[in-house]
DNA sequence: AATAGCACTCTAAGTATTAGAGTGCTAATG
DNA sequence: CATTAGCACTCTAATACTTAGAGTGCTATT
């Protein structure tokens, strides 16, 4: 190993240091290193790298006569510059769509099953959020009726996602009229997002005039139901227990702390609507996390897609000390897989 | 407090041991409960009586010089005869009524508000079943056409819940067919329930005969799809993490093992299954209990009903040193108030 | 540049000590 | 006779003390 670049030393051993901190949870020393590398170097030499190392706030003591452990920065760098792409094992993906294609029924099911899946095989949390309604696509509306005032409107969409929400109706709107209504929604919104709906019939509305104008306006009415386009957009999550087993959370105090971070789901719900707008996966590190609870996680989140629109995401979240290689891989693969679920049974 | 029965003396140190040993979580001693009496018998005497409730096996000592705790025996007999009925307080009621009003919109939401109703006010995790399918009383069912070989089945039921479906059907059943099917359905299935649809049809499909005898059959292939009635009882829960402050999930391996079990969900589901067959409040104290998981926890249920037919569950679980009148009363006005809003919405 | 050697540091585990909370028993008391 | 005071005894939990060993950083050597 003598003749090797130097720089290139550096970053073998900060991997080293990474992956076997990561495996084992306890600050690395210099025979180990040294050891992993088959006594090419000494365990002084090491030491020599690692001193190095810790002076670019790659590493860092936990006290004096401690091995050494990655920081945030380190994990960043070993994340961006060291991490080769790698991918899951078929035996990893067979688990993946095994889950997804048995689960796929009905959507809560698969919601869970797809966090589940991603907790099963990386040892981490799995977080899934429910399509953005808004980023959907219409596809069918029907109205059925409950008892004299009450109606229950059915909105398919192009994610699968059947949405029922219940009308008060008050006699304002007759039956017949409703399907009219049915009808022509059915015609005129055929492939819009249901983010642009309200927009689009209020264009409508001012194209129009006398006779039809009322009628749109009705149709407007019924489609502007509060429960209807409302976001009931939701974190499904799976895994916490298998974190439990961590060292990390060792501490029962912040392990509540997490798990009232993650059951709250408000701020995790920001952060991956956040991420919803950027491509690929995304990862978040340590204290590079706004929110304090989690300023010891890491979040690697992705997007999942139906005929190549974003419709929502996907994620992992777990102790900064986490098998990053493994995750992004799994992480990866099921919002591909999830996507090309949903576009089957949508 | 001399001249008072002896056995109500025991009563009276019982309950105070329990009171004080719920409260604080340190065993209990005679000193305390001296006091606890304003001092009005000497902690001598309650010595005695504690010896004597020791040998009935209502209460324990850790070891020799620590104070009194009671067994699963004594809160037994704490809940059966000491235990007087109580009363949620006015604001409890109100948080109760405000979250399952708020939430009653959506079937998911209602069920999430109601078990976090009761972890909020009685601080053990809040548990609730859906309504047994089998349980619910058919309303209505409409057929959406979705693209040329699938089918949205929509079944509404009394309880609220809205089943959706998605059925493949080959160009078995024409449009038509399937239009005059829906028609029968609702016609004929009206207030009977969905666990005694199939019995029902067949004994119509013996009587009839020829022509009709076709249709019926084809009917009863719709109604029969594997996704419609299928069970999809699943179970909610929550405050997990507010469990985790108590002294008893201090050890983090015990609170995953019983965190497991409450993901689990299959021994919590059969257990309340078979509560339900009961009527009234039911308790479980911690050795009651089979599955060893759960042999230091304590778990309340009660069955929700509409129009007098149980058709759920609702419960709490929490370690077996819990406030029992006050979780009694939680679950008690929880399923009240979850039937009500349920035979509101249905 | 790489390595061996060595003094030094700090933790974590094990041991010892001790204060005090609480008991059980016995004898005294109204 | 039920109740109580007194007292010796027990056990825990907290604190302090000790020590083995893992690992470093520095210096001298190859």
Same mark, same amino acid.
């Given at each position: 190993?003598?003749?090797?670049?130097?720089?290139?030393?550096?970053?073998?051993?900060?991997?080293?240091?990474?992956?076997?901190?990561?495996? /084992?949870?306890?600050?690395?020393?210099?025979? $180990?290193?040294?050891?992993?590398?088959?006594?090419?170097?000494?365990?002084?030499?090491?030491?020599?790298?690692?001193?190095?190392?810790?002076?670019?706030?790659?590493?860092?003591?936990?006290?004096?006569?401690?091995?050494?452990?990655?920081? *945030?920065?380190?994990?960043?760098?070993?994340? +961006?510059?060291?991490?080769?792409? &790698?991918?899951?094992?078929?035996?990893?993906?067979?688990?993946?769509?095994?889950?997804? /294609?048995?689960?796929?029924?009905?959507?809560?099911?698969?919601?869970?099953?797809?966090?589940?899946?991603?907790?099963?095989?990386?040892?981490?949390?799995?977080?899934?959020?429910?399509?953005?309604?808004?980023?959907?696509?219409?596809?069918?509306?029907?109205?059925?009726?409950?008892?004299?005032?009450?109606?229950?409107?059915?909105?398919?969409?192009?994610? #699968?996602?059947?949405?029922?929400?219940?009308? +008060?109706?008050?006699?304002?709107?007759?039956?017949?009229?409703?399907?009219?209504?049915?009808?022509?929604?059915?015609?005129?919104? &055929?492939?819009?997002?249901?983010?642009?709906?309200?927009?689009?019939? /209020?264009?409508?509305?001012?194209?129009?005039?006398?006779?039809?104008?009322?009628?749109?306006?009705?149709?407007?009415?019924?489609?502007?139901?509060?429960?209807?386009?409302?976001?009931?957009?939701?974190?499904?999550?799976?895994?916490?227990?298998?974190?439990?087993?961590?060292?990390?959370?060792? *501490?029962?105090?912040?392990?509540?702390?997490?798990?009232?971070?993650?059951?709250?789901?408000?701020?995790?719900? +920001?952060?991956?609507?956040?991420?919803?707008?950027?491509? #690929?996966?995304?990862?978040?590190?340590?204290?590079?996390?706004?929110?304090?609870?989690?300023?010891?996680?890491?979040?690697?989140?992705?997007?999942?897609?139906?005929?190549?629109? $974003?419709?929502?995401?996907?994620?992992?979240?777990?102790?900064?000390?986490?098998?990053?290689?493994?995750?992004?891989?799994?992480?990866?693969?099921?919002? &591909?897989?999830?996507?090309?679920?949903? &576009?089957?049974?949508?």
């Amino acid at each position: 190993m003598k003749d090797i670049d130097i720089d290139q030393r550096r970053k073998k051993v900060l991997c080293a240091i990474v992956d076997s901190y990561v495996e /084992t949870a306890m600050p690395v020393g210099s025979r $180990t290193i040294s050891q992993r590398f088959r006594r090419s170097v000494s365990p002084a030499t090491v030491r020599n790298v690692m001193a190095d190392l810790e002076e670019m706030q790659l590493i860092m003591h936990p006290h004096t006569s401690a091995g050494r452990m990655p920081t *945030d920065r380190g994990y960043r760098f070993y994340v +961006d510059s060291l991490l080769e792409p &790698e991918r899951l094992t078929k035996e990893e993906e067979s688990v993946i769509n095994k889950l997804l /294609t048995r689960e796929c029924r009905d959507f809560d099911s698969l919601m869970r099953a797809s966090s589940r899946a991603i907790s099963m095989i990386t040892n981490v949390a799995g977080i899934v959020l429910t399509p953005r309604l808004k980023r959907s696509i219409f596809k069918h509306i029907e109205f059925i009726s409950m008892d004299s005032s009450r109606v229950l409107t059915v909105l398919i969409t192009n994610s #699968g996602l059947v949405k029922n929400s219940v009308m +008060d109706l008050e006699d304002e709107i007759s039956r017949s009229e409703l399907f009219r209504i049915s009808e022509f929604l059915n015609h005129e919104l &055929e492939g819009i997002s249901l983010g642009d709906i309200k927009d689009y019939l /209020t264009r409508r509305l001012l194209e129009q005039c006398d006779s039809f104008y009322n009628f749109l306006k009705k149709a407007m009415l019924v489609i502007s139901s509060p429960s209807l386009l409302r976001m009931d957009d939701r974190v499904y999550y799976e895994g916490t227990t298998s974190l439990m087993a961590y060292p990390e959370f060792k *501490d029962i105090a912040k392990a509540r702390l997490f798990l009232r971070f993650l059951e709250e789901g408000k701020d995790v719900l +920001d952060l991956f609507n956040e991420d919803m707008e950027k491509e #690929g996966i995304k990862v978040h590190i340590g204290k590079e996390n706004s929110c304090k609870e989690i300023q010891e996680c890491s979040i690697i989140t992705s997007n999942y897609k139906i005929q190549h629109r $974003t419709i929502g995401a996907v994620g992992a979240i777990g102790p900064t000390r986490m098998e990053y290689g493994k995750v992004i891989s799994a992480v990866s693969y099921l919002s &591909e897989m999830l996507g090309k679920v949903l &576009e089957d049974i949508g």
